[in-house]
């Protein structure tokens, strides 16, 4: 520990420029704290306007009857809500973390490609002004589900194509964000951080890197052939000129399979970073954690066709994509145990960040059970398309992703402003959430087995009482949210008074390098990389 | 006292998923085929693995939560790795999904197997309304929302939708089967693809324009089943209900009868000469239930999105010029020339011209409606099967 302190002060010496004056500085950074901030704060706006978008949708849902909305902008409501959290709220924080957390963790000053890493920026923040320009535009945003499917999606109005280009440039902005990490993982690591010894979340978003990297092409591609299909007279998903509509939906699966664990993957990271620490514990089966990672990464390529069970494939087609998906319950399995083998016979203490990341774990293993149940074919054909599997998914969205993404924020927070957050009042944002999101959610599961479709504006009296339920859970979690605003700007704000320590968490040190920086961290960091790195899991 | 509060809250979501079973109402229904039965004990029996798993993974954790805190002096242990214990927790899961596979296929290979139907319904969905061909009588008929549902949800309609009967789960003609019969059905849609669900049958099949994709099902139980349309396919995609009568064997063969019937009256409906207020009356039920829901009740249309009927220079120009357009479709308008029969159309072509504020003052004839939809080339799908 002394030795690693004794390093930094060594570090003052190259710490020769801060960042540049006023608001210059967000507009032109290259630093990845900088740019993992804009990221951060980025994400917590849109997921505010995903948010409001859930609440029009579940405003409308709290009675039968139309009462606030016409159909057709329900439609818009539930793309651009899914559009807007997937592209611009989920993944941009986890890039945020990715850029906060990577060069800290492996010992390196900053991002391998500092100026590619502002351009992704804002790349994201254009591709979703564009896709947000499209709730103004004549015909409205776009109402197919964000699958979007055609031929449904070629009947968008003046918005498709700037839907479109808005994907394209989302893209860029990801792929880009992908090579950086890509390139920064394998080349800017301190010389005795090997591959099997850095940090869980630094693994996990390689490998996320890499998915990125072989899906959004694929996506961009999907969507120009819709263009050219509107635009330019050809017919690759018209059958009428010998195309086929369901070619899209493969394409669409086969990112968006892969797309889903974007998503989910860093959420293991930074689950599997965070566990340990509170647990006092070493993180159980640190290289089967990196090989399930691995596993589920490469059987995300081969599963996409079960999104689309019910299109009409021949039955051998069903029975290998219902096989292949019941594969992932081993890999996924394999890391639950690991968690709760990590917790056994630990020294538990239960600061926010561990409460949200327990709760993780639970609620994710009953997004994981829908999962398996959806994976037999031929009882999803009684639930697809169902509110079951909007259970489903936001099982392992919402108390998932998100709240890794909220347990990631208390976790870090500290060591990046200096400052200690409010305890109680983070203990209060989550229970309030974790209660709330199970109200939420819970009660679609019995909507989806009693027969309520998806993307539906209104519906039959006797789904009444729970979409009721729902719906008032929605409010609860929406406005607990607002909690998180505020003590994250109270905590930059000076927090509690009370000065953290370098090391922030008991023992955190010994778990990953961030830990043996100064709290706040200085605005250059490991400008020579450090000698010793933790070794906790050997 | 956190614990205590994280137990609380799960033993709530526990009992919850433990009236899930109690409660049918919050469960899949059996349904009313031996697939759907099939279906339902797939269900039920993944259920039970998920839950038996849930209670071993969350018991340990929970032990551990209570038991291994440091604010019970717990101290750390020291261990991190064992190969062992990570073979045992792949090759369980293993197993139990080996075990899981094996009755699902054998319903998969049940399900896939339409030979030796009795009989063939063809259905075909349109934004938004489906459309079902008996190919073995001719039967052929359009099935959408039913009135008073329909008034009921537009936006601020002031009615109760609990008042309504079956809200939004009935339709003006159902589709009628007979039991114990096997019947095939074939899917395929006119405009964008739908979905057709009726949870009692046991499965849905989504209906693709251009191709066609088949099921079957032997209901064994006379009665009502009601189910939705489940792949979104524009605005009014949970306004297109399905509504199956199965029927016992002799009361379907007067269905049948009475459907023949009904279409011989059609027939002659249709070469005979109408009133201009005959057609007018008949158009007004015949463009609420096809046309009000783009162009609204009151021919007003929605600015941007639906053109207006009142004072639209097409229907207020040349009558030939807006039949073409009723015939063929434009954009996101459908070819109502394949939806309607001559004298429907007819009527309605009449009512949009004299009605909705306009008064043009001419007429169509059914007759003449027949010969232009002659006119127009049936679709012709390309079957894969």
């Known amino acids: ?538 | 006292m956190k614990t205590k509060q994280l137990f609380a809250g799960l033993f709530l979501m526990a009992l919850s998923l433990g009236t899930a079973q109690a409660d049918y109402t919050l469960n899949l229904m059996e349904g009313v085929t031996s697939i759907s039965r099939d279906v339902y004990g797939l269900h039920m029996l993944v259920l039970w693995v998920c839950v038996f798993i849930g209670v071993g993974v969350f018991g340990v954790m929970f032990y551990s939560i209570y038991f291994h805190r440091k604010s019970r002096g717990y101290k750390a242990a020291n261990f991190h790795e064992s190969t062992k214990v990570e073979i045992i927790w792949t090759v369980i899961p293993t197993v139990i999904l080996i075990l899981l596979v094996i009755p699902a296929t054998r319903v998969m290979i049940e399900m896939d197997d339409v030979a030796d139907s009795e009989m063939t319904i063809k259905v075909t969905g349109w934004q938004w309304k489906w459309e079902y061909e008996y190919l073995d009588t001719g039967i052929h008929f359009f099935s959408s929302l039913d009135e008073a549902s329909n008034k009921a949800r537009q936006l601020n309609s002031g009615i109760d939708p609990r008042t309504v009967a079956n809200y939004l789960l009935e339709v003006d003609k159902p589709l009628v089967v007979p039991v114990n019969t096997k019947i095939r059905f074939l899917f395929t849609a006119a405009d964008v693809i739908h979905s057709w669900w009726v949870p009692d049958l046991g499965w849905k099949k989504d209906a693709i324009p251009g191709f066609v994709n088949d099921a079957w099902t032997s209901v064994e139980k006379a009665g009502t089943y009601r189910g939705q349309c489940t792949e979104l396919c524009g605005k009014d995609h949970g306004f297109m209900p399905i509504v199956v009568i199965a029927m016992e064997k002799p009361d379907y063969e007067k269905w049948v009868v009475e459907q023949k019937g009904l279409a011989v009256e059609n027939a002659s409906a249709a070469v005979k000469e109408w009133t201009k207020e005959d057609l007018v009356a008949k158009g007004e039920k015949v463009y609420a239930n096809n046309c009000a829901s783009c162009h609204m009740p009151d021919g007003a249309g929605l600015a941007g999105t639906f053109p207006a009927i009142t004072a639209s220079a097409v229907v207020t120009g040349d009558i030939s010029a807006q039949v073409d357009l009723m015939l063929n479709g434009k954009g996101m308008m459908p070819a109502f020339g394949q939806m309607l029969d001559p004298v429907d159309f007819a009527a309605v072509s009449t009512f949009i011209r004299n009605g909705l504020g306009n008064s043009v003052g001419d007429a169509i004839q059914p007759s003449a409606v027949k010969a232009l939809q002659a006119a127009v080339p049936e679709v012709v799908y390309d079957d894969d099967e």
């Open chain 1, 1 to 538: 520990m002394s030795a690693i302190t004794a390093e930094h002060e060594n570090d003052d010496h190259h710490h020769d420029h801060g960042p540049e004056k006023g608001f210059l500085r967000w507009i032109v950074t290259t630093n990845h704290k900088d740019i993992g901030t804009l990221y951060l704060f980025f994400a917590l706006a849109m997921f505010f306007v995903g948010g409001t978008m859930a609440l029009i949708i579940r405003a409308e849902l709290f009675e039968p009857g139309m009462q606030f909305v016409t159909p057709q902008f329900f439609n818009s409501m539930t793309t651009m809500h899914a559009l807007v959290m997937v592209f611009g709220a989920v993944m941009p924080a986890f890039v945020g973390f990715a850029n906060w957390l990577i060069p800290m963790m492996i010992g390196a000053p900053d991002m391998a490609l500092p100026r590619m890493n502002n351009m992704s920026f804002w790349m994201l923040v254009a591709g979703v002004l564009l896709l947000a320009s499209t709730l103004f535009m004549e015909g409205g945003a776009p109402a197919s589900g964000w699958t979007l499917y055609p031929p449904l999606v070629l009947q968008t109005g003046a918005a498709l194509p700037f839907a479109i280009f808005s994907v394209h440039l989302l893209g860029i902005s990801s792929i880009m964000g992908a090579i950086n990490i890509i390139a920064t993982i394998f080349n800017m690591r301190a010389p005795k951080m090997t591959l099997m010894k850095m940090p869980l979340f630094v693994w996990t978003w390689l490998i996320t890197a890499f998915l990125l990297i072989a899906i959004m092409p694929v996506f961009a591609g999907a969507v120009t052939m819709l263009l050219t299909d509107r635009f330019f007279d050809t017919s690759f998903f018209d059958a009428a000129g010998g195309g086929d509509p369901v070619l899209y939906q493969h394409i669409f699966w086969f990112f968006g399979h892969p797309e889903v664990y974007v998503m989910i993957l860093p959420t293991f990271g930074i689950a599997s970073t965070i566990i340990p620490v509170f647990a006092r514990k070493a993180l159980f089966g640190y290289s089967s954690m990196v090989y399930a990672t691995a596993a589920i990464a490469f059987l995300s390529f081969i599963v996409w066709a079960h999104h689309m069970f019910t299109v009409g494939m021949p039955m051998s087609g069903e029975l290998y994509f219902m096989y292949a998906t019941m594969l992932i319950a081993i890999p996924t399995g394999v890391k639950i145990f690991n968690w709760t083998a990590t917790m056994w016979r630990g020294s538990m203490t239960f600061e926010t960040p561990m409460l949200f990341s327990i709760a993780f774990v639970v609620l994710f293993t009953l997004g994981g059970f829908t999962g398996l149940m959806m994976a037999l074919a031929p009882v999803d054909f009684q639930y697809h398309d169902t509110y079951f599997i909007v259970a489903h998914f936001h099982y392992t969205l919402v108390p998932a992703s998100i709240f890794i993404l909220m347990a990631g924020g208390y976790f870090w927070l500290p060591k990046w402003t200096g400052n200690m957050y409010d305890e109680r009042l983070a203990k209060l944002h989550f229970w309030l959430s974790a209660v709330s999101v199970n109200i939420l959610f819970f009660p679609q599961h019995f909507l989806g087995l009693a027969g309520m479709p998806r993307r539906i504006p209104d519906y039959a009296v006797q789904f009444s009482d729970w979409n009721m339920v729902s719906s008032v859970g929605a409010f609860i979690f929406g406005f607990s949210q607002l909690m998180f605003v505020y003590i994250v700007v109270k905590t930059i704000k000076g927090g509690t008074g009370e000065k953290v320590t370098d090391e922030v968490w008991e023992g955190a040190a010994k778990h990953s390098l961030e830990w043996t920086l100064p709290s706040p961290v200085p605005y250059h960091t490991f400008a020579t990389p450090p000698e010793k790195i933790p070794s906790e899991h050997f």
